[in-house]
Nanobody, 114 residues
């Protein structure tokens, strides 16, 4: 059974950076696209970024383009989200997901102070 575990969240000041990691257990990690999503208090969960299995193709929501970078290391079964120039409105619980079979991680809190 595939499990996804996020790490790397925390509290950061506006303008700062954080890198989230999502470690996947189970087989065939390198055969699947992976994505990051987030949910701010009182708001719907929203998609942030997706990376294809080889890592060569990435897509981003408009509100993170130029600030966030999704990447993966298939040898480590891990997907990353590098977040730069963080804003208070980036405060949310961040989730990784394997879209093909709707598997989600437990989520990790990111808080950006002004």
């Amino acid at each position: 059974q595939v499990q996804l575990v996020e790490s790397g969240g925390g509290l950061v000041q506006s303008g700062g950076s954080l890198t989230l990691s999502c470690a996947a257990s189970g087989l065939a990690f390198d055969s699947y696209s992976m994505s990051w999503h987030r949910q701010a208090p009182g708001k719907e969960r929203e998609w942030v970024a997706t990376i294809r299995p080889s890592g060569g193709v990435t897509n981003y929501a408009e509100f993170v383009k130029g600030r966030f970078t999704i990447s993966r290391d298939n040898a480590k079964n891990t997907v990353y989200l590098r977040m730069n120039s963080l804003k208070p409105e980036d405060t949310a619980v961040y989730y990784c997901k394997r879209p093909a079979d709707n598997i989600w991680g437990q989520g990790i809190q990111v808080t950006v102070s002004s």
